[in-house]
């Protein structure tokens, strides 16, 4: 594009140096959700019931409305099933809930978890009230929350002793780990009365022997029914305790400040049975396990011990196997000694009896046949020193004949050495140098060959000199 050159309705010299963004429908409205919804993550509203509609799935649907605005409003069946009061047409409510925009449409509205007729408003601003107080001065910092023993010997649980509580708390625990002992420490969970009662049994708790967990149970009801557990001073009570304590109070969408004070929360007090002791049928099976993984993991050590005590034996040399080798070396030149001394003296004899015949032989006709019999002693002797030699010489065979027996080359592949050769050219390797990694080379065995690749090269380590008696 040449400068000054214009096309269409702008000018190359007129173009902005940087274009605003430019977002797609999808984009923006993320854009708008990612705004909105961390903002607005728990909002409590307040309006009229409009637009009431409850399809087959469950789900509440609505337009919550006031003289000014309107917002559409969703109440899944999952988060009022355990709610005391459900959503009427016209009815003034105050719920609670979190903003978010559905994309397909591109509007925003209220995910509902809570609802209650606006004449309950008061209790719910004065909770709200209290646990913002509460959180601002660290109650509900998990930092300070008491870790649950995994095994408690001893539990205390804190309730009312006429209610169905008591029951299935105990018929679970039964269930669960029977050996536990349980303390009830009976209190009013209704009415005005219930808080001092509460706050008193924790902190009389605290003084009592032998208590490892401390559960504060009560079932479902109304906010009002469930109000003992939202005053500041049972609050305070159970921050002070020194026991690890489990707030197991109403149904599951049931929430009180005790819940939030608490070391552990437990949704309803039968589950506190399983958040406060394991099973002791899983744990015996567990045990069970490792005890079978304990056993496997000892014999693979035991094996593999005896194998390496096995190597390490083989590699000892066999004394016995020396012994014997030196007896027979022994006997071997002992007979050879004796055999030297019978020749030596067997000689001497001779020339003694030679002697004595010469003396005594002095005529020519005694000489004469002293000279036949010399020759006939003569040829006997060439006859025992022709087979004294031949016996030599035939030893001296068998002994060669041995030796070379024992350097024949195949009876040393058959002692378990073995000789390697080049491919293709079969030269005998006495370097590793002629034999590269990656090299093809032959090993010759006393029962064959193995054609096999080099992989790594190890120079041969000179042998330490030690003292040899």
Known sequence: MRPGVEYGIFSARHMPEEFPPVYTVTALTRAIRDALEPRFSLVWVSGEVSNLRQPPSGHYYFTLKDEGAQIRAVFFKGSHQHLRYKPEEGQQVLCRGRLTVYEPRGEYQLVLDYLEPLGLGALAQAFEALKAKLAAEG??????????PFLP?????????TGAVVRDFLRLQRQRFPGVEVLICPVKVQGPEAAGEIARALDDLSSVPGIDVVILARGGGSLEDLWPFNEEIVARAIARCPLPVVSAVGHEVDFTISDFVADVRAATPSHAVAVV???QAELRAKLARLAGSLYRAWRRHLTAERRHLAQVSRRLPDLRRRLTEARLRLDERWEALARRLRRLLEARRQELRLARSRLVLLSPGKRLAGERRRLRAAGQEL????????????????????HLKKLDPLAILARG??????LPEGAVIRDPAQAPPGAAIRVRVAKGRLDCRVEEIREAQPERQGNHG
């Open 417 to 422: 050495y073995a000789v390697a050769t080049t």
């Open 277 to 279: 002791l394991p099973d």
């Open 383 to 402: 006859l025992r020193a022709w087979q004294r030699s031949f016996s030599e010489r035939r030893r001296r065979l068998e002994v060669s004949h041995e």
């Open 153 to 161: 010997r001893r539990l205390a649980l804190v309730t009312s002793p």
């Open 139 to 148: 109650l509900f910092d998990p930092a300070r929350k008491k870790p649950l």
